[in-house]
């Protein structure tokens, strides 16, 4: 099984990279900040019935990071981080 986690995936490139593993039939923990201001993604994966969990995490808060990586990895070994916060 491949599960792909994805930070900040709202809009544009991000979005669309959530979306294509998940067509694909890949789990996809889908990340960000606010997951209620991402209706679109939200929408996309109900509607299609696509494998997309969508969690909150922070990038910029080591206990939100925590939270997120300890959920990710108490089922899963993670192979693929995509983000767009790299710096």
Known sequence: M???????????????????????GQDVYATMRRPDRAPQLQTIAKQDDLPITVLPLDVDDDDSVGKAVQHLLASYVIPYLASRHAG
């Open 2 to 24: 491949v599960v792909t986690l994805i930070t900040g995936p709202r809009t544009g490139i991000g979005l669309a990279t959530a979306v294509l593993p998940g067509r694909a």
